[in-house]
């Protein structure tokens, strides 16, 4: 991947047949007043397939026009989803919005550049986590507006990336939203404005969680047997995988992690962590962490995460004042104390607003950017797994400008061997 990036899209649009000319570069491709927004999906796995039913949901000005991913059947079975639906898991096929013709499918690693070289104005980035620092590069250096699955990237080098590509984007005036969709939802939205106007009192200590079940739940595991080669083999697996997924601390907690950074408006200036794997025997993550964060002021916040079967579950946040504690558990979200309040609003669904959100910013021509924010939410993520991996408190200084962890291989295709990394040894893996 990185080296086609360098590709040019030009080069590439030339050789595309049916794929219409790429729009000037270096700006935004949506006017405002045009009748629709064109959409591209890279990354056509069940995240994928769904964000394109969320996006066109949320918006009539809407119309996907192109799809790429690595895997052709992976992107067959996105097509078939929204163009015919899937009777069987009741459903039904998109009623507007699709408008994909065979000609705009692009598939393998190179496959984002083709996409970006059609006109659009708008692409969703849901491939894995390993890829997003280059696709969010490539899609702003395109000129199209961007909504990006979380997390931002899987290593310091890959933030440091995004954080750039967030600076190009507010060149350009492009708008970037993140799937972190508790920031687009009601009740989130209502109780952090409270929190950071003063309703809990001052912030003492936080703590955030997700403690689910194991991810074999709801991927399918494809044994190493059965694939042509190892980056095939960890390509499909990758929440299993370190270089692919980040691990489930930064693929998944990053949510918890992110409404905590929001509620304190700051990232955490060290990290002490702990975890392992007691129970997973698939791929080279862990199943736990343990981590404590501790922010500016000397705030101290837990965090903790397990994908573990048959434990007890714990999806949530709190924050503690000096007047009160807010929870944002369930639907509703509630705060204790001196100004005692339970938020009773209308709450539709995050998945669907914040890209009703996104659409609107473009309409607008009033950029909305969230690169840098989930990006910063995310290193927080890394820099819990590289304490607990290594078994040192590390700081947020030396993690966001000194670290030269790069966890992308040299090369990505489908040729030679890619053996997996060693699980990771407290007190022997190194800290880079």
Same mark, same amino acid.
């Given at each position: 991947?990185?080296?086609?990036?360098?590709?040019?899209? *030009?080069?590439?649009?030339? $050789?595309?047949?049916?794929?219409?000319?790429?729009?000037?570069?270096?700006?935004?491709a949506y006017v405002a007043g045009n009748d629709k927004i064109r959409?591209?999906?890279?990354?056509?796995?069940?995240?994928?397939?769904?964000?394109?039913?969320?996006?066109?949901?949320?918006?009539?000005?809407?119309?996907?026009?192109?799809?790429?991913?690595?895997?052709?059947?992976?992107?067959?079975?996105?097509?078939?989803?929204?163009?015919?639906?899937?009777?069987?898991?009741?459903?039904?096929?998109?009623?507007?919005g699709f408008n994909v013709s065979p000609d705009q499918c692009f598939?393998?690693?190179?496959?984002?550049?083709?996409?970006?070289?059609?006109?659009?104005?708008?692409?969703?980035?849901?491939?894995?986590?390993?890829?997003?620092? @280059?696709?969010?590069?490539?899609?702003?250096?395109?000129?199209?507006?961007?909504?990006?699955?979380?997390?931002?990237?899987?290593?310091?080098?890959?933030?440091?990336?995004? @954080?750039?590509?967030?600076?190009?984007?507010?060149?350009?005036?492009?708008?970037?939203? !993140?799937?972190?969709?508790?920031?687009? $939802?009601?009740?989130?939205?209502?109780?952090?404005?409270?929190?950071?106007?003063?309703?809990?009192?001052?912030?003492?200590?936080?703590?955030?969680?997700?403690?689910? *079940?194991?991810?074999?739940?709801?991927?399918?595991?494809?044994?190493?047997?059965?694939?042509?080669?190892?980056?095939?083999? $960890?390509?499909?697996?990758?929440?299993?995988?370190?270089?692919?997924? *980040?691990?489930?601390?930064?693929?998944?907690?990053?949510?918890?992690?992110?409404?905590?950074?929001?509620?304190?408006?700051?990232?955490?200036?060290?990290?002490?962590?702990?975890?392992?794997?007691?129970?997973?025997?698939?791929?080279?993550?862990?199943?736990?962490?343990?981590?404590?964060?501790?922010?500016?002021?000397?705030?101290?916040?837990?965090?903790?995460?397990?994908?573990?079967?048959?434990?007890?579950?714990? @999806?949530?946040?709190?924050?503690?004042?000096?007047?009160?504690?807010?929870?944002?558990? *369930?639907?509703?979200?509630?705060?204790?104390?001196?100004?005692?309040?339970?938020?009773?609003?209308?709450?539709?669904?995050?998945?669907?607003?914040?890209?009703?959100?996104?659409? $609107?910013? @473009?309409?607008?021509?009033?950029?909305?950017?969230?690169?840098?924010?989930?990006?910063?939410?995310?290193?927080?993520?890394?820099?819990?797994?590289?304490?607990?991996?290594?078994?040192?408190?590390?700081?947020?200084?030396?993690?966001?400008? !000194?670290?030269?962890?790069?966890?992308?291989?040299?090369?990505?295709?489908?040729?030679?061997?890619?053996?997996?990394?060693?699980?990771?040894?407290p007190g022997k893996t190194q800290l880079i």
């Amino acid at each position: 991947m990185k080296t086609t990036a360098a590709v040019s899209l *030009g080069a590439i649009a030339s $050789q595309i047949a049916g794929c219409q000319p790429a729009a000037k570069l270096g700006s935004a491709a949506y006017v405002a007043g045009n009748d629709k927004i064109r959409i591209g999906l890279i990354g056509c796995g069940g995240r994928g397939t769904d964000a394109v039913r969320d996006c066109i949901e949320a918006s009539e000005s809407v119309e996907l026009v192109a799809m790429a991913d690595i895997f052709k059947d992976r992107l067959d079975s996105s097509f078939k989803d929204l163009k015919e639906g899937i009777p069987d898991r009741k459903r039904a096929p998109l009623s507007r919005g699709f408008n994909v013709s065979p000609d705009q499918c692009f598939v393998g690693f190179d496959a984002y550049q083709k996409l970006l070289a059609c006109k659009l104005d708008m692409v969703l980035l849901t491939a894995p986590p390993y890829t997003r620092p @280059i696709h969010l590069k490539a899609a702003v250096e395109a000129g199209k507006h961007v909504f990006m699955e979380k997390p931002a990237g899987v290593d310091p080098i890959g933030i440091r990336s995004v @954080i750039q590509t967030a600076e190009l984007a507010d060149q350009k005036k492009l708008s970037i939203v !993140a799937g972190t969709q508790r920031r687009h $939802q009601k009740h989130y939205l209502d109780l952090m404005k409270k929190v950071q106007n003063g309703a809990i009192g001052d912030i003492m200590t936080a703590q955030c969680y997700w403690c689910g *079940g194991d991810m074999l739940n709801y991927w399918k595991w494809f044994e190493k047997d059965k694939m042509p080669n190892d980056m095939e083999w $960890q390509c499909r697996n990758w929440p299993w995988f370190l270089w692919t997924s *980040g691990d489930h601390i930064v693929e998944q907690h990053v949510h918890n992690i992110d409404v905590i950074n929001w509620a304190l408006d700051a990232h955490p200036v060290k990290a002490y962590g702990m975890g392992g794997r007691a129970v997973r025997k698939y791929g080279n993550i862990y199943d736990h962490f343990a981590v404590e964060f501790e922010y500016p002021k000397g705030i101290k916040v837990t965090s903790m995460c397990r994908q573990m079967p048959a434990c007890t579950e714990r @999806i949530s946040e709190n924050v503690k004042g000096t007047k009160g504690i807010c929870y944002t558990d *369930g639907a509703t979200g509630y705060i204790k104390g001196e100004s005692a309040y339970r938020y009773e609003g209308p709450n539709p669904n995050p998945y669907v607003v914040e890209h009703a959100d996104l659409v $609107q910013s @473009i309409k607008d021509g009033k950029p909305l950017n969230e690169a840098k924010r989930v990006a910063e939410s995310t290193l927080t993520g890394i820099m819990g797994r590289m304490s607990t991996y290594t078994g040192r408190e590390i700081s947020w200084d030396w993690v966001m400008n !000194a670290s030269k962890l790069d966890l992308m291989p040299a090369k990505l295709d489908f040729a030679g061997e890619l053996p997996a990394e060693p699980v990771a040894l407290p007190g022997k893996t190194q800290l880079i």
